[in-house]
């Protein structure tokens, strides 16, 4: 597709239940963030990867966080036993310019986590 | 500490009327300044820039506006047409990864 492509779109999980989030961004683009939305405020930043090297990691809540991005192009996003407050929108944007201080992002739809 | 505000978390208006939309920042270290729009069930999608060194930037309906000195954006979309009901986060940019603020829905009445 032409867009940034995030699967599932929902995922329900039980506490303590690892997750697996997949997003696959706009082909050649070299940039890929990762941002979470918690209900009713902004989309927050998790980590960046430029190509396969993740560059910044720093907005990772916990250590049960984990993203990769092995061949430069779809990437995953870990989370080991899930909490509630994991709850959240988790969104994935690439751009084709590199750089973590990039603009103009293009986002995917997210997928609504949701940790019962 | 919260380096954006958007203070007005909802924001109703007439067709055809302006809408105005405004954000507040700390960091004196923001150099470029965004507009994203989010429909439901969709990722936000880019509107309309501003770099630091102007002060207003127009695109059609939809103009930007910049007071360094007061640390204030605002967004001003004029005639407002019912499909412009989004919500819209302010963004910042300056040698960190976008910044965004909690958003405002902004309701466009036929």
């Known amino acids: 597709g032409a867009g940034v492509s995030q699967s599932p779109r929902y995922k329900v999980a039980k506490r303590g239940q690892d997750v697996a989030l997949r997003c696959d961004p706009i082909?050649?683009?070299?940039?890929l963030f990762w941002y979470q939305q918690a209900l009713g405020q902004g989309p927050e930043f998790l980590t960046y990867f430029q190509n396969e090297a993740q560059l910044d990691k720093s907005g990772l809540p916990s250590d049960r966080f984990f993203a990769e991005r092995p061949e430069g192009s779809v990437s995953t996003l870990k989370i080991q036993r899930t909490q509630q407050e994991d709850s959240a929108v988790y969104l994935c944007?690439?751009?084709?310019?590199?750089?973590?201080?990039?603009?103009?992002?293009?986002f995917g739809s997210g997928t609504q986590l949701s940790v019962l | 500490d919260q380096q954006v505000k958007q203070n007005s978390p909802s924001l109703s208006v007439q067709e055809g009327r302006i809408s105005i939309l405004n954000c507040d920042y700390t960091?004196?270290?923001?150099?470029?300044f965004l507009w994203y729009k989010k429909y439901p069930a969709e990722g936000p999608t880019f509107l309309i820039s501003?770099?630091?060194?102007?002060d207003k930037n127009e695109d059609g309906r939809f103009t930007v506006f910049l007071n360094k000195s007061a640390k204030h954006l605002s967004l001003h979309i004029v005639p407002s047409q019912p499909g412009d009901s989004a919500v819209y986060f302010c963004?910042?940019?300056?040698?960190?990864?976008?910044?965004f603020g909690k958003g405002t829905r902004l309701s466009v009445i036929a």
């Open positions: 944007a690439s751009s084709l310019v590199a750089g973590m201080e990039n603009e103009k992002l293009f």
């Open positions: 960091n004196s270290m923001f150099d470029y």
């Open positions: 963004a910042f940019s300056g040698n960190t990864p976008l910044v």
């Open positions: 501003i770099s630091s060194i102007k």
């Open positions: 082909s050649g683009h070299v940039s």
